[in-house]
């Protein structure tokens, strides 16, 4: 989908009849504009096949003194990053009336933060990798040297190093000595003002989707992730032929169940709805680490959560409706 198409395409069935109406919100100006563009265009696509009227835009000036008239039954932000995810738009929709897919705001800024969200599933019983966030003002008014000599006394390596905002594994390091480090800070920090240094526990990685498409949440089953490069970063999640990926997950019936255990804990300790995507560490003693949790998952062509939807011969076009109109009936 190019730019154009982005602010201008609608797309209509043949016979649309008392069909749903959908606006699907995809691009905007972050950094993982390209993958919202594919990810719209693949949730349109799937609610198309399922007879829904549906228009793919840009969110721009026009967009919200647009939605009363419109004529809209659902809202679906398929916008990653800050534009939507953390909270913002989903709150200027809540305020317009607007019935969307995904979290609420409130739900939304929790799981944006990393530190916040590991602190809250942490807080419900979950076990994720002792972690220390980082400002960039820190950096400036105590000096580098000095806070990163703490850090490197405090924690043993090998550690990981990511904005504590943020998606799409950008800006993410794996850090396996103290040299290393303030490369891996000043990576974090051009994506955002705020890092998140953790403890990298090995294992294998999987990502759980939960869905709920009319009876409560559920997990999904786990997808296990394998880079051919060895690292899971932007290229490996969005170019074909760059990650293995196996579902169910190659991990026993133990790993299995804590997996959905903590994905499903997650979900509802941040007090999330309709989908997310938990990411997931399966030590060698089965035990599942959170991560991370993210409100607006990937839906490209690459993605997870919809490689979990199919893998036990699911559909999209039959799970995205069930879920928009999950989200309809919400309001």
């Given at each position: ?10 797309a ?21 504009r ?33 939605l ?50 590991k ?7 979950g ?17 580098a ?9 405090a ?15 950008q ?22 003002d ?6 990298f ?34 290229e ?11 579902t169910?997950?190659?991990i ?5 169940s804590?997996?959905s255990?903590?994905?499903l804990?997650?979900?509802r ?10 990411d ?11 991560l ?37 009936g919400?309001?």
């Open positions: 989908m190019s730019e154009q198409q982005a602010s201008h395409r609608t209509t069935p043949s016979s649309t009849g008392n069909s749903p109406y959908a606006l699907v919100l995809a691009g905007g100006i972050s950094h993982e390209e993958v919202s563009l594919r990810s719209g265009r693949r949730v349109a696509d799937a609610l198309l096949e399922q007879g829904w009227r549906v228009d793919v835009r840009e969110p721009d000036a026009a967009l919200l003194p647009s009363a008239d419109a004529g809209y039954d659902v809202v679906w932000p398929a916008l990653h990053g800050a534009s939507g995810e953390d909270g913002a738009l989903r709150a200027l929709l809540d305020l317009a009336g607007v019935p969307f897919v995904g979290s609420d705001h409130r739900a939304a800024r929790l799981a944006w933060d990393k530190p916040t969200a602190t809250l599933v942490a807080n419900a019983g076990v994720t990798p002792r972690g220390l966030a980082l400002s960039r003002e820190t950096f400036r008014e105590l000096g040297p000095a806070v990163l000599k703490i850090v490197e006394n924690f043993d390596f090998p550690l990981v190093v990511k904005p504590a905002k943020g998606g799409s594994a800006g993410v390091s794996i850090v396996p000595a103290s040299d290393a480090l303030p490369r891996a800070m000043v990576e974090a920090y051009t994506y955002g705020d890092a998140l240094i953790e403890y526990v090995p294992g294998v990685e999987i990502a759980v989707g939960v869905v709920d498409t009319g009876d409560g949440a559920r997990a999904l089953d786990a997808v296990e992730i394998e880079p051919v490069s060895g690292a899971y970063d932007y490996a999640r969005y170019n074909a032929g760059e990650t293995r990926f196996y169910p997950a190659r026993s019936p133990k790993a299995a804590a997996a255990e903590l994905a804990l997650t979900h300790a941040l007090g999330l709805r309709h989908l997310s995507r938990v997931i560490i399966i030590d060698s003693e089965d035990r599942a680490w959170f991370e949790v993210n409100v607006l998952p990937g839906l490209t062509e690459t993605s997870l959560l919809p490689q979990a939807i199919l893998a036990r011969g699911g559909d999209l076009g039959t799970t995205y409706a069930a879920i928009a109109r999950t989200a309809i919400a309001v």
